[in-house]
């Protein structure tokens, strides 16, 4: 299997990168990731799931609204769910299954009616108010219901503003302006009657989603399944799958734990995950159990490929490796995907560049080139463990599944872009930037990066979510997904993290320019005190790397001009400012960078 993967290199991720990024020792914990390594069996389940999620929310846009949803609105959903870690492989987290979802709120309103801001040219409001009257009498029972006095406001206030609106193609100056006051008084008495009588119907999709969405994860915990059987759920809830693995791991094995004590390059040597010590980093034998301190067993499967020994010049080599990135595997990364039935298999299409992973029914596809880096991302991380690399495919099929679910047609690749390959490097150069705050195993060029599944991610080199990490030294790279939820969340994130330490911190964060209206998280980038420099880089004038590159084997598809604008920030306490400063010379390099294809 992993001759498939020796053959051919390409420049695509910075395999040799050293991480600079330190925090503190409760990062490491995988609170937010299960213990259970993933299964194929319930990726392909979960991929099932998300299918009838999304057909089901088609399905309530049109019975509600009478329209289909919005143009990526589901990814985007599933993006602002991912600030909080869900329980259940890729079904997003809901709270209570009344809970309205800000963001497909707004993606569902906007579909519906435009609602000018302050400021608003004319045009605008007379677009709006010539919207509303047509929704209104599509709902003539909920009209009927309003108050005498939500009833005056409806018949008085928006005839007599649309005539205004007519008679003012001559107004200038004064005129205008007051006509512009009227218009804005006229849509803020109008929109308490607008969400009564129109937005109701988005408010009653986000909470039958939430509750679906409820029912979804009690059928998965349900049908969790750890070495074949079957978990009884408690309180709707699966007690093993969400047990964190957080504290260090001790290895029932008093024969490796002698081999530890004649060996300090694999074992007392200590490998810190963000600060936390492991001791004992061989593997127990076959059919031995590995104890967590918090009394959470994990039984190793036997005859799976766990073998002793295993301390040639590679394995130190890969070691060395982890000590320089200064993160070691967790404890769930230590054991493989225990499940009963056929291992993964791996197949090598030559002539088209593919590399298929099957399992079963299940089955995943991955460019070549991507397939080994994903390899040496796997074997950088779990080899010490996994010294034959066994569980590679089965974390392979299960990491590509739960993606595949998640760009599930295709609709939402946008979502996973990332920038140019150009840009990694000289961020890598210039700005000593060494890890991501969002990217995935697919589309990371650090080996370092922070993901939205930390349970499929983590073999792989994600230290988890974003949301879950708290760095106090380093500099990292944020290219959010695009989801206004997300933005705001990250940007009160960098603030904590920037005032809670005096060690040297930087975050290049490069956004979306989103500014009629500005959203939340762009402003508060803007006034931002660890603000050093922003730059806008206007549409068509720069490159961004396609979201779905991990199946293009033609490099003159991987690249495309973004058709939109992008902000750069640069924040940075006093101390990472002055380890990296932002020079005017350094930004207009950045903005060349940016415009430049990546060659491989």
């Excluded at 004590?261 to 059919?287: K, M």
């Excluded at 990694?424 to 890890?435: D, N, S």
């Excluded at 050093?532 to 003159?556: C, D, E, F, P, W």
Aim: with cysteine; proline share 7%.
């Amino acid at each position: 299997m992993l001759n498939i993967f020796s053959s051919g290199k390409s420049r695509i991720w910075g395999e040799d990168v050293v991480c600079n990024v330190r925090a503190p020792s409760d990062d490491a914990r995988c609170s937010d990731a299960p213990c259970c390594p993933p299964v194929p069996d319930t990726e392909q389940r979960g991929q099932v799931a998300m299918r009838n999620l999304e057909r089901r929310y088609a399905a309530l846009c049109r019975k509600h609204i009478g329209q289909g949803p919005p143009y990526q609105s589901f990814g985007r959903w599933l993006m602002e769910r991912s600030i909080r870690p869900s329980e259940s492989s890729a079904l997003p987290a809901v709270s209570s299954a009344d809970e309205v979802s800000p963001c497909m709120r707004r993606e569902l309103c906007n579909a519906l009616l435009s609602v000018p801001e302050r400021g608003s040219d004319v045009s605008d409001y007379k677009a709006y108010l010539s919207s509303v009257e047509p929704l209104l009498t599509k709902r003539p029972e909920r009209v009927a219901s309003l108050s005498t006095v939500e009833a005056g406001v409806l018949v008085n206030k928006s005839p007599a503003c649309l005539k205004l609106i007519k008679l003012s193609g001559d107004s200038t100056g004064k005129e205008r302006a007051i006509l512009l006051e009227n218009c804005e008084a006229v849509v803020g008495a109008l929109q308490p009657i607008v969400d009564k009588v129109i937005f109701a119907d988005v408010d009653t999709i986000c909470r039958e989603m939430s509750a679906y969405v409820q029912q979804l994860h009690g059928q998965a915990a349900s049908q969790a399944t750890w070495d074949g059987a079957e978990q009884r759920p408690q309180n709707g809830r699966n007690v093993a799958a969400k047990r964190p693995c957080s504290p260090p791991v001790t290895w029932n094995s008093e024969l490796e734990r002698q081999r530890a004590s004649t060996d300090a390059a694999t074992s007392t040597a200590s490998l810190s995950c963000a600060g936390v010590r492991t001791q004992e980093l061989a593997p127990a034998g076959r059919g031995q159990r590995c104890t967590l301190r918090s009394s959470v067993e994990i039984r190793v499967p036997a005859g799976r490929g766990w073998k002793n020994g295993g301390r040639g010049p590679e394995r130190r080599r890969l070691l060395e490796i982890l000590r320089r990135a200064n993160c070691a595997p967790c404890s769930e990364c230590r054991a493989g995907s225990p499940r009963a039935g056929p291992a993964s298999t791996v197949t090598h299409d030559n002539d088209r560049h593919l590399v298929t992973v099957s399992c079963g029914g299940t089955q995943c596809t991955v460019a070549a080139t991507h397939a080994r880096k994903l390899m040496r991302l796997y074997e950088a991380t779990c080899s010490s463990f996994d010294p034959g690399l066994v569980h590679f495919p089965d974390r392979l099929l299960c990491m590509l599944k739960r993606y595949e679910t998640l760009l599930g047609d295709m609709s939402a690749v946008n979502l996973q872009g990332a920038m140019p390959l150009a840009v990694f490097e000289y961020l890598h150069a210039e700005f000593g930037v060494t890890m991501e705050c969002f990217a995935s195993p697919l589309n990371c060029y650090f080996p370092q990066y922070c993901s939205a599944y930390p349970d499929t991610d983590r073999a792989f080199g994600s230290r988890g979510s974003f949301f879950s990490f708290s760095p106090v030294e380093g500099s990292l790279a944020a290219n959010p997904p695009f989801c206004e939820e997300v933005i705001d969340a990250m940007a009160d994130h960098f603030e904590q993290l920037l005032e809670a330490t005096t060690r040297p911190l930087s975050f290049i964060v490069v956004i979306p320019e989103w500014r009629k209206p500005p959203t939340p998280g762009a402003l508060k980038l803007d006034n931002s005190k660890f603000l050093r420099k922003h730059i806008v880089l206007s549409a068509r004038s720069h490159m961004y790397r396609s979201g779905k590159q991990h199946l293009i084997t033609s490099h003159r598809q991987m690249e495309f001009t973004a058709s939109f604008g992008t902000e750069v920030f640069f924040l940075q306490n006093e101390s990472g400012n002055a380890k990296w400063p932002v020079t005017d010379g350094k930004l207009a390099e950045l903005r060349r960078v940016f415009g430049r294809t990546s060659s491989l």
